[in-house]
């Protein structure tokens, strides 16, 4: 986990050299054929000037640096995990934003960074639900309960979404989604293992793993995601920990599950969408 330096508006000191300043509002990420959409919460940057660690910082960020002329900057991606606003990883299998820029003492330079996936970036699962079917599916669901996709806005744009929904009723009830297929060959060296996706739910989701090896199967939960109170959110999940040190022929499938009580009236559920899973080979 890193420790972030909160340098979103710094100001100008008022003695000793004078920095220049680097201003970073935004970020984005260019993806190709087969590596989903370019959605994504990147929370900050790790930035490097001519090879000097400058520090981790916040967007949107303003970040003085001693040094004038051309300078190169290397600028890493740095996202949020769990939805925790106190943990961040380095997002390794987006490459570093490498550029030259001119910097004058005193003046702002703004700079967008543009992040795509490393060439050996592998993505095992990638579902945004834009072409009407899913690679999500219902693993267990009772009467009377649905899973279906439908539209809905996220970050000002309209977009195809799974929705699993309980209907209201007294009584207390599960339902399971899942990968439609189980993973093989994700790395057990202790390589990070990213889950993305965006949630809404208005009910806790359990994030899990159904590990088998060795011909037993195993549930390995992850996460409990909490109600977002209509709001989509992003999450990250670094699954490292639950796949490090497993046998080779350890394979998984990923779940979301929910439990209405039967003291929750009204209906409850909660929606999925923009899916991808990458690690680095």
Avoid at 67 to 80: A, F, H, M, Y
Avoid at 195 to 205: K, S
Wanted: with cysteine; proline share 5%; net charge negative.
């Amino acid at each position: 986990m890193l420790g972030l330096s909160l340098f979103g508006s710094c100001q100008k000191p008022e003695s000793g050299p004078i920095p220049s300043y680097l201003v970073i509002d935004t970020v984005g990420i260019i993806v190709g054929p087969e590596q989903g959409n370019s959605s994504h919460e990147i929370a900050a940057v790790e930035v490097y000037a001519d090879q000097q660690f400058l520090g981790n910082f916040l967007l949107p960020a303003r970040i003085p640096i001693l040094k004038e002329g051309d300078v190169r900057l290397i600028i890493n991606p740095v996202v949020r995990i769990n939805g925790a606003s106190s943990q961040y990883n380095s997002f390794r299998t987006l490459a570093s934003a490498d550029t030259v820029l001119s910097l004058s003492a005193s003046k702002q330079t703004v700079l967008q960074p543009m992040f795509h996936f490393r060439s050996n970036a592998q993505i095992d699962w990638v579902e945004d639900f834009e072409d009407k079917s899913s690679t999500l599916v219902p693993l267990s669901i009772q009467k009377g309960d649905t899973a279906y996709m439908d539209k809905e806005w996220i970050r000002g744009q309209e977009s195809w979404v799974y929705k699993a929904v309980f209907e209201d009723s007294d009584t207390t009830k599960n339902l399971d989604l899942g990968s439609f297929k189980s993973f093989i060959g994700w790395p057990k060296d202790g390589t990070a293992i990213f889950l993305e996706f965006d949630i809404r739910c208005d009910i806790p989701v359990q994030l899990a793993l159904k590990r088998k090896s060795l011909g037993t199967s195993n549930y390995v939960p992850y996460l409990l995601i909490s109600k977002t109170d209509g709001n989509w959110k992003r999450f990250y999940c670094n699954l490292v920990y639950e796949v490090s040190g497993q046998s080779p022929d350890a394979e998984f499938q990923l779940l979301f599950s929910a439990d209405k009580l039967f003291s929750e009236s009204g209906i409850r559920g909660f929606a999925i969408d923009n899916i991808r899973l990458s690690y680095l080979n």
